[in-house]
Nanobody, 124 residues
Framework: QVQLVESGGGLVQAGGSLRLSCAAS????????MGWFRQAPGKDREFVAGITASGGSTYYAHSVEGRFTISRDNAKNTLYLQMNSLKPEDTAVYYC?????????????????WGQGTQVTVSS
């Protein structure tokens, strides 16, 4: 069992930055890949970034590559998403999720634990 709690969302102007955190409880955090997803109103949930269990590899959606950075601290059971150069189209509820294994997954169906989400709003 893994419980995930996101924090760090808020309102920011375009071009600004935010850092999301995801605190995990449970003994399997360090053995699972982790991901960030987002969902805007009226749209499907989409993959944003993923990181392997060890933190050695990462993968990003094309829309955020070069602006967002995913990282993890397995000693603190915490996942992060540093978001820079934010755009209005980044506005969404952001979710962290724990994958079913150690490897980066891009489909929501390959994640079996989800946080409650944190709202990110970017004003123009």
């Amino acid at each position: 069992q893994v419980q995930l709690v996101e924090s760090g969302g808020g309102l920011v102007q375009a071009g600004g930055s935010l850092r999301l955190s995801c605190a995990a409880s449970g003994r399997t955090f360090s053995s699972r890949a982790m991901g960030w997803f987002r969902q805007a109103p009226g749209k499907d949930r989409e993959f944003v970034a993923g990181i392997t269990a060890s933190g050695g590899s990462t993968y990003y959606a094309h829309s955020v590559e070069g602006r967002f950075t995913i990282s993890r601290d397995n000693a603190k059971n915490t996942l992060y998403l540093q978001m820079n150069s934010l755009k209005p189209e980044d506005t969404a509820v952001y979710y962290c999720a724990a994958a079913i294994n150690r490897y980066i997954q891009r489909g929501p169906g390959d994640y079996d634990y989800w946080g409650q989400g944190t709202q990110v709003t970017v004003s123009s």
